[in-house]
């Protein structure tokens, strides 16, 4: 029979699936079946649970970044003025810097910005807020500001007042058609001293970026109010840059240097988040090789079942040898055992991860429903909701670390119960 057997045969397949549907008198070889079917299928989801949510934070972090802030921002290094002492770093010639600029390639856009620190005042309510001094035509090309989605208000009115984050918004109790007092330091020059200036502008539109951090601080004025605002008549403070490639910007550096000129410096998008991103990298990394551990522990009690199913059919596999059945195919038969509990296992598993990831709003909201609220803070976590990207690469890893595992902790068992002695198997019975 062994010679004219090809591997992997019916019959191996017949008695490997008697031995998994063992009953509860031998032993608990079932009950032990089922908790490594449960254990694999519980760390497999774990798994695919983690890495989509860890895949969309990334993303949705990525996409803030880039949606609603500049690619790279080229400013000067500023001149020292003889008189007060003080470093000028306003750009004079902003149109001709913003010409050479739109001539490197792979930039689609340049935008002046005027920016400033300022307090917000309205009725009672008060509000530090970053002002952004910018073009109508520029603020449209920003994605995550305007949106038909996600803001509210006629943003073809900006000339006629101010765009404010959502956060702010909320902060300071004011909606779409109310004034708003901006109070900067920095005002008029009189004989007296600085006096502050203060000026009051209509909220025509109300953006929400997804971030926070920006909903909670950011103001858009229109450009020439914003350099009449802030003392900056016939000047910018920086040029924002977007690219049509993002990810390239380092590529871009050198050259968008030479286009501003001496003086100039670039400040890109990586250097203003690279660090929180390489923190996910790591993060990402330790939560993949901890959840590995938690994989292979759930694999390892394929391992005892496997033993007491050895142990149980001692019996059986030394009347199998006896008739004629090799080592190879003994070790098929405990293998087969242990590959499919991690196969099924493995399967369900997917599937609750890829569900989990694809309802994960409707499950949060039910968590946060039965906890009674406030389970995610987006002021301590940065974005309004638990994000998840399901991807082909991060199941596809899953899949192969569950089974890779649960292959090989079978041989062990399988190869114990291969190299069983027939006449030992059957001395007492």
């Given amino acids: 029979m062994a010679g004219s057997t090809a591997p992997f045969a019916p019959f191996e397949w017949m008695i490997a699936w008697r031995y998994l549907r063992a009953r509860r008198a031998e032993g608990g070889v079932s009950v032990m079946t089922w908790i490594s079917l449960i254990g694999i299928t519980l760390a497999v989801f774990a798994l ?52 050479r600029l739109r001539q490197v390639p792979g930039v689609t856009r340049v935008a002046p910005l005027v920016k400033g620190q300022v307090m917000a005042n309205a009725r009672d309510r008060n509000a530090g807020i970053e002002v952004y001094g910018i073009a109508l035509d520029d603020l449209k090309t920003i994605p995550r500001i305007v949106a038909e989605d996600t803001g509210r208000g006629d943003i073809s009115r900006f000339a006629d007042g101010i765009a404010i984050g959502s956060g702010v918004a909320r902060e300071l109790g004011v909606t779409l058609g109310d004034k708003v007092k901006l109070i900067s330091p920095n005002g008029v020059k009189t004989a007296f001293g600085t006096s502050p200036r203060v000026k009051a502008f209509e909220v025509v539109y109300i953006f929400s970026a997804g ?27 920086e040029m924002e840059v977007m690219l049509s490639d993002p990810e390239k910007v380092d590529n871009l ?38 959840l590995s551990i938690l994989v292979l522990i759930a694999a390892m009690n394929i391992v005892s079942g496997l033993i007491m199913l050895v142990k149980n059919k001692g019996r059986d596999i030394g009347i199998l040898r006896t008739m004629g059945l090799t080592e190879a195919s003994v070790l098929r038969v405990f293998f087969i055992c242990g590959a499919f509990t991690g196969l099924i296992g493995t399967v369900f598993g997917v599937l609750l991860g890829c569900l989990f990831a694809v309802y994960i709003d409707p499950i949060f909201s039910l968590v946060n429903y039965v906890s009674g609220g406030g389970v995610w803070d987006p002021a301590v976590r940065g974005i309004y909701h638990l994000p998840a990207k399901l991807q082909l690469g991060d199941v596809l890893s899953a899949v192969s670390l569950s089974l890779g595992l649960s292959f090989v902790v079978t041989i062990f068992p399988a190869r114990r119960a291969a190299r069983m002695n027939p006449v030992e198997a059957l001395r007492y019975e």
């Fill in 48 to 99: 695919i649970a983690t890495l989509a949510v860890r895949s969309g934070f990334r993303a949705e972090f990525v996409d803030t970044i880039l949606g609603a802030n500049a690619h790279a921002t080229v400013y000067t290094i500023g001149t020292v003025d003889p008189v007060t002492g003080r470093i000028d770093q306003t750009i004079a010639d902003y149109t001709g810097m913003a010409d």
């Fill in 211 to 237: 971030r926070y951090d920006i909903d909670r601080v950011r103001v858009y004025m229109p450009f020439v109010q914003a350099q009449s605002y802030f003392n900056r008549e016939g000047t910018a403070d």
């Fill in 253 to 290: 550096t050198l050259e968008l240097l030479r286009a501003g000129g001496a003086g100039t410096q670039v400040w890109t998008w990586r250097d203003a988040s690279g660090g929180f991103l390489r923190a996910l990298d790591i993060e990402d990394n330790v939560m993949f090789v901890i």
